[in-house]
T-cell receptor, first 112, second 113 residues
Framework: DGGITQSPKYLFRKEGQNVTLSCEQN?????MYWYRQDPGQGLRLIYY???????QKGDIAEGYSVSREKKESFPLTVTSAQKNPTAFYLC???????????FGPGTRLTVL | GENVEQHPSTLSVQEGDSAVIKCTYS??????FPWYKQELGKRPQLIID?????GEKKDQRIAVTLNKTAKHFSLHITETQPEDSAVYFC????????????FGTGTRLKVLA
């Protein structure tokens, strides 16, 4: 999992702003994922991508957008439509079907 | 829909005792079952996994067992230590359809010194 990086580590957003979280991997993994984790809660899937230029909505995609223009990169944009975005955001990558997902260190987003 | 139930939600054990966490999955096509440990404020890290062609797997103090008939799998930690205190998540995935995991809701393990 050392091959997955996320930036920034901490991010503060004002009401009405869009912000973009970065996720990069050098593991040559086909699949990448974004999860949201609220305090004391589990992992909820926002979006995932199985291949470059393709992605699917997860369980809580509303108010978020993604792109997958390169195999190594899967940025997540938290839009102003996401009314309660304060959370810990985790990116993961893996080879795909029935294979291990490895997590990045996370970005903690706080709305001011 | 597909789901994974995880029990208990919290577990306290004395140092040196064993801990067992159980997960039950609904999709009989699931064939890969990882376990993750998440320490406070950190990322989840894989600690052990099992595939459906194996009934049990061990790695030092940690073991996972799988019962395909009953559709449940369990994490066993022996000789627990304070550093085992964390939240543990189970997950299930399969070799067809989408790449996503179905995660359990997590178990907060406290090892009391």
């Amino acid at each position: 999992d050392g091959g997955i990086t996320q930036s920034p580590k901490y991010l503060f957003r004002k009401e009405g702003q869009n912000v973009t979280l970065s996720c990069e991997q050098n593991l040559n993994h086909d699949a990448m994922y974004w999860y949201r984790q609220d305090p004391g809660q589990g992992l909820r899937l926002i979006y995932y991508s199985q291949i470059v230029n393709d992605f699917q909505k997860g369980d809580i995609a509303e108010g978020y957008s993604v792109s997958r223009e390169k195999k190594e990169s899967f940025p997540l944009t938290v839009t102003s439509a996401q009314k309660n975005p304060t959370a810990f955001y985790l990116c993961a990558s893996g080879q795909g079907l029935a294979d291990t997902q490895y997590f990045g260190p996370g970005t903690r987003l706080t709305v001011l | 829909g597909e789901n994974v139930e995880q029990h208990p939600s919290t577990l306290s054990v004395q140092e040196g005792d064993s801990a067992v966490i159980k997960c039950t999955y609904s999709d009989s096509a699931s064939n890969y079952f990882p376990w993750y440990k998440q320490e406070l404020g950190k990322r989840p890290q894989l600690i052990i996994d099992i595939r459906s062609n194996v009934g049990e797997k061990k790695d030092q103090r940690i073991a996972v067992t799988l019962n395909k008939t009953a559709k449940h799998f369990s994490l066993h930690i022996t000789e627990t230590q304070p550093e085992d205190s964390a939240v543990y998540f189970c997950a299930a995935s399969k070799s067809s359809g989408t790449y996503k995991y179905i995660f359990g809701t997590g178990t907060r393990l406290k090892v009391l010194a």
